[in-house]
Antibody, heavy 126, light 107 residues
Framework: QVQLVQSGAEVKKAGASLRVSCKAS????????LTWVRQAPGQGLEWVGW????????SYAQQLQGRVTMTTDTSTSTAYMELSGLRSDDTAVYYC???????????????????WGQGSLVTVSS | EIVLTQSPATLSLSPGEGATLTCRAS??????LLWYQHKPGQAPRLLIY???YRAAGVPDRFSGSGSGTDFTLTISSLEPEDFTVYYC?????????FGGGTKVEIK
């Protein structure tokens, strides 16, 4: 069965960097992308970005450009999301989700996020 | 970027009642609209894809409709476990975007 297992909760200081991992199993890792979504306390779901596990191409939320980096390690079927220059408003639960899309941009659409990781709570303290 | 507006923000209903949640897109998204259920402490759960198709294992009391810019999620008869937050998401235009959510609470 498809599973996405994320790394545990972290507490970080403002200005520090963070890396969350998402280990996939139960499917061929390189034939899907991965989407990252976060939810700040009391807020809704926010799309963070996407990475293709096929070729490593990425697309990030505009408001996080320059601070977020997504990578994959196909040898371990693991995706990583790194966020630098942490601020208090980065405090959130971060989720990874398997994404059927292997491209981004105007001609890439459709699919659904059927499988999700359990979430990783990130707390940024000042 | 396509903006999704969900209404109402909060819906107060009793178990057994029906619920109608709406999601309006700022531009046409054809039928590339999904609905998720999100319970506290859990990952979001896909309910509906392509506006009207139930995901695997989703009870038939959940149904979706709409196309273009206006969409509806209907819960025919609320069960206790249905009282939580629901989000719509569009997958027609990059980047994918979420609506702000509708909380279904017990009246």
């Amino acid at each position: 069965q498809v599973q996405l297992v994320q790394s545990g909760a972290e507490v970080k200081k403002a200005g520090a960097s963070l890396r969350v991992s998402c280990k996939a199993s139960g499917y061929t890792f390189s034939t899907y992308g991965l989407t990252w979504v976060r939810q700040a306390p009391g807020q809704g779901l926010e799309w963070v970005g996407w990475i293709s596990a096929y070729d490593g191409s990425t697309s990030y939320a505009q408001q996080l450009q320059g601070r977020v980096t997504m990578t994959t390690d196909t040898s371990t079927s693991t995706a990583y999301m790194e966020l630098s220059g942490l601020r208090s408003d980065d405090t959130a639960v971060y989720y990874c989700a398997r994404d059927p899309l292997l491209c981004s941009g105007p001609s890439c659409y459709g699919g659904s996020l059927e499988y999700w990781g359990q979430g990783s709570l990130v707390t940024v303290s000042s | 970027e396509i903006v999704l507006t969900q209404s109402p923000a909060t819906l107060s209903l009793s178990p057994g009642e029906g619920a109608t949640l709406t999601c309006r897109a700022s531009h046409s998204i054809n039928s590339y609209l999904l609905w998720y259920q999100h319970k506290p402490g859990q990952a979001p759960r896909l309910l509906i894809y392509d506006a009207s198709y139930r995901a695997a294992g989703v009870p038939d009391r959940f149904s979706g409709s709409g196309s273009g810019t206006d969409f509806t999620l209907t819960i025919s008869s609320l069960e206790p476990e249905d009282f939580t937050v629901y989000y719509c998401q569009q997958r027609r235009s990059w980047p994918p975007t979420f609506g702000g959510g509708t909380k279904v609470e017990i009246k």
